[in-house]
Structure formats: C-alpha cells, structure tokens
C-alpha cells in the first residue's frame, strides 16, 4: 500500500510529466505565446472570446507537444511516409470537395468541425524528405535530389492552387532546407536558381489578379491606398508610429480605431509594434534568436543524419515564418498571409508550432540512442 501511495507522490509526477521535455525550448515559446496573448488582448477588445479561444488552443498545442517529445525519432521515421500521403491525399480531397471561404477552397469539413490540410504537410514533408535522405545517405546521387524535388513540388503545387501562395512558400522552404542539409551541391543549387529566375515570368501568369497586385503594391503602395496598397499602409504606419518605447498596453490608436487588418492574425506585429515600440520589438526577436539557437544546437548534437535535417529545418521553418510575417507588415515583403508563430491568433497553427517543438525536444533527448 505504501508503494502504491508512493508510486503517485507529486515528485514522481513531476518527473514523469517532464520527461524529455527541454525547459529552455519550452520557457521561450511561452514567453512567445505570452506575449502573444497579452497582444491578442489588445487586437480583440471587440471580442474578448479570442483571447479564451487561444488559450484553450494552446491547451491542446501542449498536450500535442508533451506526446510528440515522449517519441524516439526512430519512431517518428516510421510515420514519416504515412503522414505525407495522408497529407496529399487530404490536399487532393480539399481540391475536389473542399469549404471554400472568402474566394479560397482551402479547408476541409470532418464531423462537427473542419482544418486545414496544408499546415498538416508544414511537418509531414520535412518528415518524408528527412526519412527518404537518411534511408539513402550511403549512397546520395543527382537521381535522390530529383525525387526529393518532386516530393516537394507536388504539395506545394496543390496548396498554391488552393490558392494559398503564403502556406506554399513557407512548405516550400520547409523542403528546401532538407534538400540543402542533405548536401546538395553548389553547382547544382546554381542551375536550380538559373531555373527558378527563369520561371517568374510563366509563374507570373499563373497567379490569380490579387497575388499580382499584392506584389506590385510593394514596390508603391500609394497606387491603390484604399485597396491593394491599404494592408500595407495601415501596417507601417503603426510600427513606425510606436516609437522607442511604444504608445503602451492597450493605447494602440491604430489598432483601437480599427485601422489595423487582420489585426488578430497575419498583422498582429503591427499591433505590438504600435503597443510596445523599438524596445519591445528587441525582446520579441531576442526570444525568436535563442528559440533559434537552441534548435540548431539540437540539431548540431543530434545522433543520426534523419535527426539532424529534421531538426534544423523545424529550426529554421520559425524563423522563415518570423521574418515573412515581420517582412511582410513592415512593407518590405509582399502580403501572403502568414501569421506569426507563437503570436497570432489561430489553433492550427499554434498546434503546428508545438509538435514541431516536441519533435524538437524527442530528437534532444534522444541524442544518445543511436539507431541500429
């Protein structure tokens, strides 16, 4: 009877919950989403429910997180082709029988609720170039750079015809940065830029008649304030408007007067730029620069070739989502609707976010179990 007792004693508790979670990955994105919350707050005064909505968002993110830690990458391998078919599959049934929403058929409808496949495959292709690298790492030709590129281009294809240019650039470099941690040579990532430069005119006529104007409102704004260019006007204004030290918690005019779109999710920065300023912005990209560190120093230690690409690529897919988002408000980028990670508004998302954290913290602690 006393083992028993002792057996669920709050220290044994403890040191199961926190297995294999790393406490530095897991104090930065908190700080993330703590600001972000306190953020939300701000951007959703009309509907104070967003805020309650997130947090039970991220509920479920954590939970996600603590499963996927507790997983030997080993086992993540074996789920890595499964996932990207599924995904693809789940693509093409968005294509055929998918919600669509504001002139976009990007979701899918199960049961009582619906997602969105396409942040499904922001892990799952990652995974599958990883496993497909690993499994040939002997023996690496031009042919498996070949396959990788047509695993990658066939997702990416189906997400930008949904059409979603923003989730398909960001899946994209997701695959890219496999295809250049397996070591894809100079010389050949020369030609493939030749090849990429040589596409933007055909590329050109594919997008739809607002992706092009998005882009061309970037070089000036000004042509069209009250329609293409708006986004990015309202948006600049309010980052440059903050100042040093920002306006203050809850004082964002900008933000207050509705000036703000999507002021909740793919322009929150703005908001917290207006909110807090220069300074605040220093503390966000401080804990975005050490949650990046830490994911590049778990991938340097990690035990196997898999491990390795998987983990700095999740690295640097946060920092690609961050420096589009930031970009993209502050008017040096094209608007494409990407959020920012840890801080907009959105479960999909921040679900996204938090496995790729697990996956994180599995591959760090098992660094020392090396496959045989």
């Not at 006007?233 to 040093?244: E, L, N, P, R």
């Not at 959020?339 to 913290?361: E, R, V």
Request: avoid cysteine.
């Amino acid at each position: 009877m006393a083992l028993e007792i002792a057996a669920f004693s709050p220290r044994r508790l403890a040191a199961f919950l926190l297995a294999g979670i790393d406490g530095t990955l897991l104090a930065l994105s908190l700080g993330l989403v703590a600001l972000g919350l306190a953020t939300l707050f701000s951007a959703s005064y009309e509907q104070p429910a967003r805020v309650t909505a997130q947090i039970a968002n991220l509920s479920v993110a954590l939970v996600a997180m603590w499963l996927v830690a507790r997983i030997p990458p080993q086992t993540l391998m074996r789920f890595a082709a499964p996932a990207y078919i599924a995904g693809v599959a789940l693509l093409v049934a968005v294509a055929l029988v998918g919600d669509v929403a504001n002139g976009a058929r990007r979701w899918l409808h199960i049961g009582v609720t619906r997602f969105q496949p396409s942040e499904m495959m922001k892990l799952a292709l990652p995974l599958m170039l990883a496993w497909y690298f690993h499994k040939n790492e002997a023996t690496l030709r031009l042919r498996d750079f070949a396959i990788a590129a047509l695993l990658l281009a066939i997702p990416v294809l189906l997400i930008a015809r949904q059409p979603d240019l923003g989730t398909a650039v960001l899946v994209a470099a997701a695959g890219f940065y496999v295809i250049f941690f397996a070591g894809v040579g100079w010389k050949l990532l020369a030609v493939l830029g030749v090849l990429g430069l040589a596409s933007l005119f055909p590329l050109w006529g594919m997008l739809h008649d607002y992706q092009r104007r998005r882009i061309l409102m970037l070089l000036d704004p000004t042509q069209d304030p009250l329609g293409a260019g708006y986004h990015t006007i309202q948006s600049t204004i309010a980052v440059g408007s903050g100042g040093i030290t920002g306006k203050g918690w809850l004082q964002g005019t900008q933000t207050h007067l509705e000036f703000i779109p999507e002021r909740h999710t793919d322009f929150i920065f703005a908001v917290f730029s207006e909110e807090f300023g220069l300074l605040g912005n220093l503390v966000l990209l401080t804990l975005y620069a050490l949650l990046i560190a830490r994911g590049l120093m778990i991938a340097a230690n990690a035990p196997t070739f898999f491990a390795r690409l998987l983990a700095a690529t999740i690295t640097l897919m946060f920092f690609t989502y961050a420096f589009v988002n930031m970009g993209m408000v502050s008017g040096i980028l094209p608007v494409v609707g990407v959020p920012l990670p840890f801080i907009s508004y959105g479960g999909s998302a921040l679900l996204t976010l938090f496995i790729g954290i697990g996956i994180l913290m599995s591959i760090h602690s098992h660094r020392r179990l090396v496959q045989t």
